[in-house]
């Protein structure tokens, strides 16, 4: 940078004006010769001069933003087109030429062009319009590569007189983005409803990016995303977890997921993993807070052994605090040996896991399964208030690094001028006299141009803001012993319905008489502007591409091709004109048409500066944040050179702050900020008072009647965290893992509407039980080991789950025990139960299909446990009163802060993604008050069933109170919310690898009875359910009491059946002669007489031989067409050679040709009967009255398809249709049991099946 001072400028006036050419002394030095020497040594190349234009170009341009100007005109397009003006406007709408005047153009540099695509009518001739703008660039610069660098600027001055102070507006929120937002609405509203309206407009603009691909619960999303914009992350503890080492998403990886299921052994040594990960963590964290407040101590220290000598008595003995400084080193010590031993512990637990991981795969084809260290829950600290200045009292002067504001790839044009001596001033200046002339020439004609100001006031360019803030606490903060009241929170301020932000009381909106005042500095940026134009330029392409395309590319022509994202950012301005001058908004309230405003506020004029009240967390907690001089005491005796020492040893970073004794001390931020006064210090150190006309505030900072508050929300100062994790289902207090070995999942409820009774399985889905409409356990039918009312009622039973059993309990009457209202309560249980799951509607629901799916959604029992937390130890007063306190006691007084007690929502109704159903508070062997909290959005009329958003619902949590531990009623594809207001919203969820097997697995049991039926055989219509099967289920008796036999639904037959009832010819030859049937009469020789079916005494067959009754006519010569008998008798022989054997129709019906029949896996003697519209050769499209029938067996086996119908019909096993006849094949009995559905791929025990 070249400067120029003038020691007497005399009178700055139009008269005035000042010519500086710089140049460096030493050629050796010249940045330009360096980059050309530079190049030459990577090109390899002999010398310098042999250094080509086009890399000296790209190296100006990379290193320095220098490119030479070169100007071209339109008619050197004709090499091109030979109509250029096409081109030409093309070129200009893309930024490669930036217009001099109509024919001429600046060319763009290469690497700017670069990125910049052509649209497809004209991309064919990108290649060689590049060429021929590089070529231009090279014939300007010339073969031979320039070796010196002149600089030159002019500043004339036209001073104005003005004393008016420049206009400033004040806006605040939680973040840049936010103040911005709310100035910009309160810039272009008409009134203050409609600022409301575009403030929220923006603010939800700035979240769409992570929530516009959202279908449900977009609105609850971003008051959620807004909310966690005003606090900050903090990282928290790690964790551990074991994952494959093949890459995600590959086909051996999905086939590796078996191992998702840890072998117990690993899982447990995982857990004791984390716990050790977790006290490392946690004691790392009491090791800084340690380190932070031994600094403090040790400046309040010197303040004690150094004070004002008429202050001596005002302060503490040094030596007391000395004491005291040396115990926090003995605590720290102890602290850092702790961290030792448990750094030592988790590696060596680590390693084990890792050796336990790869025996497991030794010698298989199996891949590696690898230990991974992850992020865990983060902690979250409020955003500070941000400050945004918007006006002339911010606007920067024109200064270096704005030279690329005339060009639109942001290079300085450059000017090359014949070779000069530079010992040789005046040479120098003839040199560029004419580089002279053709700016002043510029300057002169009004156009803009680099190197010439007119200076007319002091150049100011703002960069620090001092300020100093007044803080009104929220009144009734503390008890009379100066300690806050446990109820301080909820005294003023509650969780309104499904609000994520704490509302103050209408009867509370006064403060605290004796405000606090802080001070700071903050470093001053133009971000939030920029930030804003970037989300609202993306924001107006995502609508042109998703809502408005047709209407957009109807005005625009822009090719097919070209219609991208990426391509409509490059020239946002188009998008922009478009909807500000054709889009016809739909009254002042649209939102498009307010972000279009937004946007164009936002141009190259508009000058704001932000940024936060940095240091006012810190100032809070009465410290300062500012840079600090190490631990030392040089005035200390030599004696003392020890201590010094080993204090600045504990300390090491623990010194980013220093204590401020006499500020306040207000760990829960609640209440309300004014600005009192901002000074702006700029890049040379001018200082400048200022003075507003206007101070914006956000919607949410907003304070009641008083505009010049600043409403600040109840927040926790130090990092917290609002801690929701599921516990393991087979311990008590354990946490739940990822894996599903520690699965949170207890079990799983069923309502069943046919009877209002509710199921309960275990958790991979066997059924226990149900309980029934008057409140008592049924066992489950068929169950191996029955769960009976006395067990559900047993603490001490081993057999079911302890947390679903006391689930169960809470649900059911012991035996023997009357009603006392549990008959009316599982009632009302169910109705609510069933009208939470109508609100659950969750995006991934498709991603799991299960049987509660179709017949009433299973809800899963599981516990999680809520708790409040903070990052290190509380913070604690740092006044002289509390100071004198701790040297006295030995304890650190933090004011009560950390038995505050904050409100905590679980369950988001007003979200379909939200699964929560309902939850009870655990006590020691039972549920707080018996009290159900149910996800209802209006109050209940049953005294145990309370909504989760009341009062009553609410989980109060303290810093210092232990974790609550809850019982919750989930639809597992949903997640789970906890909102506190005072952090952000904590959403958890299951892992689907953890249920989805079970939901395939669960059977639904319908009592059916009384049911008449073959008592070989149970016929009852049922529904097709694609990819379910029905059974049924029934005890029958055995010699040692009655066991369960459970009768798939699919039709099936034994071979045994199918040959004892398709006779022989031997036995239907003797039945055509039985005097009751009269078919054939006894003739001589063996032979017999076939009668006409007029002569026949039966026209049907019986039993085994009915259904061969046509086949019988073919095969004893019976005319078709007359009914007349042949006159030649027949022969057995002759009957004997027609009818096949038995066990050929049977061998015959099971060859996959033919498809009759299908033998079972495992049961060779057993086959389904395959539907007659699903055999071979079966016309499936034929109308619906004919699909049904069979098609015919060809060969010898034509014509008996009837008599095979009629043995399957009688003698299968399986669910058969009712008759719809009156017709009864045998006997009949009225039979109890239980019609189960389950998946089709689910399996019955064999031991219960026939």
Known sequence: MFGFHDPEPGSLGPDLQYDVIGWYRASGNDCVGRLVRQLATELELASPATVAPGPLLEGLAEEYGWTPRVTVTKDLLRAISTDPDPLWRELLARDWLAPVDNQTALATITSWRAGRLLSTPFQDAAERVGQLLDDAAITVLGNIPPERVACHARLRFAPTNATEAPGLTLAVG???????????????????????????????????????????????????????????????????????????????????????????????????????????????QRIESTRRQIFSDWYKYLLCSYPPHDEVDDYPDADTVRVLIESDLATLDEQVVAAARLDQQRHQAAGQIRRSLAERVTGTDRAGYTLRKVAGPRYYQPTEPVLLLAGDAVRPSTRYGQDHRLRPDDMLDTRLLPEVDFAEPEALWQAVDAVWRELAGAVSAGHGTVGFALWRRQPWHP?????????????????????????????????????????????????????????????????????????????????????????????????????????????????????????????????????????????????????????????LLAHRQTMQLPVADPLAFADDADFTSRVRAAVQRGNHSAPMPMDDFNPIRAGALQIRRLRLVDSFGQVRDLTWDRLVRPEPLAEPDNTTWIGLPPRLVQPARLNLRWLAADADHVEAGAHAVSTPICGWILPNHLDDSLMFYDRSGAALGQVDQSASWEPAPGATAPVSPAQVHDPAFAGMNPHLRRVAAQLTRAPGAPDTGQVGFLAKFLEVIESALDAVAPESAAQQQGLGLLFGRPVAVVRARVNLELCGLPAVSQSWPSFDQDLRRGTRDSQGFTRVRFPVRIGARDQFDDGLLGFWKETGDGYADNTFYAALDEPSDHARIVPYDSPAALVGQAIDDPPEELTLLVDPRGKVHASSGVLPTKVIDIPPDQFTAALAAIEVTFLTAPLITPRDQVRISLGEEPGYRWSWLAPEPAPNGPVWVETEADATITRTAFLAHFPTAAALWTELLDPQTRWLVPAGAGGATVLAPAQRKSAALPGDFAGLEQWADRVLGIDQATGAAPAAPVTQARLGAALPAAADVWAHLVRPETGWLTPLDGEPVRARIVPADQRPGAVVDAPAENRAEPPDLDGPFAGLAARIGLIFDLYQSGIAAMRADALFTGPQEIREGWLTLRPARARSDDARTR
């Open 174 to 284: 939680n973040s840049g983005a936010e103040a911005l937002a709310a100035y910009l609405a309160d810039a272009d509203a008409a009134g203050p409803d409609q600022a409301a309206a575009v403030e929220r407009q923006l603010a939800a603009v700035l979240e769409l990016t992570g929530a516009q691909q959202r279908v449900l619960d977009t609105n609850a999303k971003l008051a959620e995303a807004y909310h966690e914009r005003t606090f900050r992350p903090v990282d928290g503890e790690s964790r551990w977890t074991v994952s494959s080492q093949l890459a995600a998403g590959t086909a051996d990886a999905a086939a590796e997921q078996d191992l998702a299921d840890l072998p117990p052994d690993i899982s447990a040594a995982l857990t004791e993993l984390n716990h050790l990960q977790d006290a490392y963590d946690r004691t790392r």
């Open 463 to 619: 960069v620090l803001l001092d300020w100093e803030v007044e803080f009104f606490p929220r009144a009734e903060q503390v008890n009379r012993d100066g300690a806050y009241d446990p109820d301080y929170i909820n005294t003023n301020y509650h969780l309104d319905g499904d609000s994520v932000e704490l509302a103050l009381r209408d009867d509370r909106q006064h403060l605290a008489v004796g405000a606090r005042f802080y001070q700071g500095s903050s470093i001053l940026t133009s971000f939030a502007a920029e930030q804003m134009r970037t989300v609202i330029g993306r924001y107006l392409v995502d609508l042109v591409l998703h809502r408005d395309h047709e209407q957009f590319f109807a005005a625009v022509q822009i090719a097919e091709e070209d219609r991208t994202a990426d391509f409509l950012l490059q020239d946002i301005d188009q998008v922009v004109t478009w909807y500000a001058q054709r889009y016809r908004p739909d009254g002042p309230d649209d939102p498009v048409a307010n972000v279009v405003a937004a946007y164009r506020r936002l141009g190259p004029d508009f000058a704001a500066l932000s940024q936060a009240l940095s240091g006012f967390n810190e100032a």
